[in-house]
């Protein structure tokens, strides 16, 4: 069996797909990824062919970024995921979805949950679809119907704080005490892998329900009213640090012993949900495909 398995071009979105890809391959199927041409080389490090598809134009893409309103979550996700994921993204990608699905002649689709160019494809071909929820089913429910870097913005940082645009997070996460992230699928998974306690300011998509997850299995605090609360991330980091029950429920929701698996030509790999991750920071686009 041919498998076609597409992705946004986000590490978020990707890595939660790779242990059915890989199942897939080593089950002794024909394993092909999909992504945006701007994140193939990433991609690639995982294994398996990777095609690359269009991406939407980068001006109008900003232009429908600049209009996100951070402090209205269900106003932020229609523009997200409406506009971005269903239909910038989706229609930039259908010509070469269309393309490769008519070359390469998959049996079955595998798409991320914002992939949505993936599912139109596979209804032109009357091909199975299936979708791999990295989130919260409530998340994936409340996203059907709707179906920038910022770091030179940043100024001067203090002496003890240094920023980049993509750092690996199995990388650091070792190395740290506590996680602040915007709440992304792939980030949380990260952090509890680890055994990481978290600091949640969400904004839209997933994210505050993720928080809302965190705060209830006492896996870390939330701090609601998006960038605009930003002020207040120091001291609740603190208050995190300071109560050991934070790191203690973080602990016991580790989802396995260890934080990587085996690709099938042998070599470390992050497990699903090992994000692009880090305090700071982003990859592919800023923003949209964080999760």
Do not use: K
Not at 92 to 104: E, I
Not at 130 to 158: F, H, N, W
Not at 218 to 244: E, R
Request: charged residues 15%; hydrophobic residues 45%; aromatic residues 6%.
């Amino acid at each position: 069996m041919r498998v076609l398995v597409s992705s946004t071009g986000g590490v978020g979105h990707l890595l939660p797909l790779l242990p059915v890809a890989w199942a897939l391959d080593r089950a002794g199927h024909a394993v092909r990824i999909a992504c945006p041409e701007s994140f193939t080389g990433f991609a690639g490090r995982y294994g398996l062919p990777v095609s690359g598809f269009g991406e939407p134009d980068p001006d109008e893409f900003a232009a429908v970024w600049a209009t996100v309103p951070f402090d209205d979550t269900e106003e932020a996700n229609r523009v997200v995921v409406g506009q971005v994921y269903g239909r910038l993204d989706a229609t930039a990608a259908l010509p070469g979805l269309d393309a490769l699905v008519g070359q390469w002649r998959p049996d079955l689709l595998v798409r991320d949950t914002n992939e949505y160019g993936a599912a139109l494809v596979a209804e032109r071909y009357r091909l199975p679809c299936v979708r791999v929820g990295c989130s919260l089913a409530v998340t994936d429910t409340a996203a059907a119907p709707a179906a920038a870097d910022g770091l030179a913005a940043l100024g001067p940082l203090p002496p003890r704080v240094h920023a980049e645009r993509f750092v690996p997070q199995d990388q650091v996460l070792g190395a740290a005490t506590v996680m602040v992230t915007h709440g992304g699928s792939g980030s949380v998974l990260g952090a509890l892998a680890a055994g990481l306690p978290l600091v949640v300011l969400p904004l839209f998509a997933d994210q505050p329900h993720n928080a809302a997850r965190v705060t209830a299995v006492g896996a870390g605090m939330t701090i609601a009213g998006g960038p605009a609360a930003a002020g207040q991330i120091g001291a609740v980091v603190a208050a995190v640090l300071d109560n050991p029950a934070y790191r203690a429920g973080a602990t016991c929701r580790r989802r396995d012993r260890g934080a990587t698996d085996r690709r099938p030509d042998g070599g470390q790999a992050h497990r699903a949900g090992h994000p692009r991750a880090r305090l700071t920071g982003s990859t592919a686009r800023s923003g949209a495909h964080g999760s």
